[in-house]
C-alpha cells in the first residue's frame, strides 16, 4: 500500500509540473528549411534553440518560473526582421502566418495569447511606435550635428509622445488587473517612466496572475533588493514575535483576522518618519475597522525609539528587539532599506509590498468597503 500511495503521489507531482508547460506551435510559409530558431528570455536569462523543418517551429518549455517575455528569433544573423517578440506563459500558443517571416501573424491559444496579441497590436507594431523610432533618429541626428533647435523640437515631440504611451499602458494593466501579460508593460514601459514607490504601486493593484510571473517577480527583487520578499508575496507572512514599548511580546500572529500593515523604520531615518504624518492618517480612518499597524524599528537606543514615536504621534503597535541593523526580524523578512512596508490580508497572508500614503488609503477603502 505504502508503494503505490508513493507511487500516486509522484504522479500528482508530474502531473502538477507537466501543468506548468507552453506547447508553441509556429507554421509560416516560406520560413527558411533548416535554420537554428532561438527563444531568449532576457529576463529569465534563458535560451532555447529549435529548428525550421517545412516552415513549423515547435518548443514546449518549462514555465514553472512564471511567465516573461522572449524573443524569437530565426537564423543567427541577428536580424531582427526575421524575429518577434513574445510574451509566454504556461498554456498553448499558435502562431501562423504567410509570411516573410512574422509579417501579419496571427496567434492562437490560452486566454493570454488575446491578451499578448492585443498589446503587441497597440504598443510595439502601431503608428506612436514608429513615430516615436524616427523622432529618435531624428534627435541623435540633431545632436550629432550640434542643431540645438531641432534637437529640442524632437525631444518635445518625443516626451509628449512618450507621456500618451505611459498613459495608455497604464490604462490597459489598470483594465486587466489579472493579465500576466500586463507584465509586459510594467516593465518595458512604466518602469522607465515612473519611481521605484509608484511602480510598486502599480503593481501591488494587480492580481495573482501578474504578480506571479517571472517578470514580476524578478523587478520586485530588484526594486526591494530582497529575493527572500519575493518569495513571500501571496503567502503566509513568516510569524515573529518582539518587545514593545513596556516589554510586552507582541505576537504578529495575534493580530489575524485584521489587515495589518507591517512597517519596518527607525528614528534615524528621515525618509521613514517622512511618511509617519500619511501613516497615522491612514491609520486613525481604519482603525476601527479591521485594520492595524504593527511597525518594527531598527533602533538600537531605546531612548531615541520612544523619543520619535513621541515626536511623530505614532500610536498603533511598536516593537523593537533594539538590535539595528541586526534585527533578527528584519533578517526574516529580508529587508535591506527602510522603510519598507508590506501588507497582510486577516488570513495572514503577505498581499502587497512597498504600500503607503494615498496608495494603502486606496487600498484599504477597496478591502475594506
Known amino acids: 500500500m505504502k508503494q503505490v500511495l508513493l507511487g500516486l503521489s509522484f504522479l500528482a507531482a508530474f502531473s502538477a509540473n507537466a501543468q506548468k508547460r507552453l506547447d508553441l506551435n509556429v507554421k509560416i510559409a516560406g520560413l527558411p528549411n533548416g535554420d537554428t530558431v532561438l527563444l531568449w528570455g532576457p529576463l529569465t536569462k534563458t535560451l532555447d534553440t529549435s529548428v525550421v523543418k517545412n516552415g513549423t517551429i515547435h518548443y514546449n518549455i518549462d514555465m514553472s518560473n512564471g511567465g516573461s517575455t522572449y524573443i524569437m528569433q530565426v537564423g543567427l544573423d541577428g536580424n531582427e526582421k526575421h524575429g518577434t517578440v513574445l510574451y509566454l506563459e504556461e498554456g498553448k500558443m499558435n502562431i501562423t502566418g504567410k509570411g516573410p517571416y512574422f509579417e501579419g501573424a496571427q496567434m492562437t491559444g490560452s486566454p493570454f495569447v488575446a491578451d499578448w496579441a492585443d498589446i503587441a497590436q497597440n504598443f510595439l507594431y502601431n503608428t506612436s511606435n514608429k513615430e516615436s523610432a524616427a523622432l529618435q533618429q531624428k534627435l541623435e541626428a540633431a545632436s550629432a550635428i550640434g542643431d540645438a533647435d531641432a534637437a529640442r523640437e524632437a525631444k518635445a515631440a518625443l516626451d509628449e509622445l512618450n507621456k500618451k504611451d505611459v498613459a495608455a ?49 524578478k523587478m520586485i527583487k530588484d526594486i526591494t533588493g530582497s529575493e527572500r520578499l519575493t518569495k513571500m508575496l501571496n503567502n503566509p507572512a513568516p510569524d515573529f514575535s518582539g518587545p514593545d514599548t513596556n516589554g510586552k511580546t507582541i505576537k504578529l500572529s495575534d493580530l489575524k483576522g485584521k489587515y495589518v500593515l507591517l512597517d519596518f523604520w527607525a528614528s534615524w531615518c528621515k525618509p521613514c518618519r517622512e511618511v509617519t504624518p500619511k501613516m497615522a492618517a491612514v491609520y486613525e480612518k481604519y482603525k476601527g475597522k479591521g485594520f492595524t499597524i504593527l511597525s518594527v524599528s531598527l533602533d538600537d537606543k531605546k531612548e531615541k525609539w520612544l523619543q520619535a514615536i513621541a515626536e511623530d504621534k505614532m500610536t498603533w503597535l511598536q516593537v523593537s528587539d533594539l538590535k539595528g541593523g541586526e534585527s533578527p526580524i528584519a533578517e526574516l523578512y529580508g529587508v535591506k532599506a527602510i522603510p519598507a512596508t508590506m501588507l497582510i490580508d486577516p488570513s495572514g497572508k503577505l498581499i502587497s509590498m512597498g504600500i503607503n500614503g494615498d496608495a494603502l488609503d486606496a487600498k484599504l477603502a477597496e478591502l475594506l468597503k
Do not use: C, E, Y
Not at 510594467?186 to 510571473?213: E, F, H, P, W, Y
Open 169 to 217: 499602458a497604464l490604462k490597459w494593466v489598470n483594465d486587466h488587473p489579472n493579465s500576466g501579460a500586463a507584465s509586459f508593460l510594467i516593465n518595458a514601459i512604466l518602469m522607465n517612466a515612473m519611481d521605484r514607490a509608484q511602480v510598486m504601486d502599480v503593481i501591488n493593484k494587480t492580481g495573482v496572475n501578474v504578480q506571479s510571473t517571472a517578470t514580476i517577480k
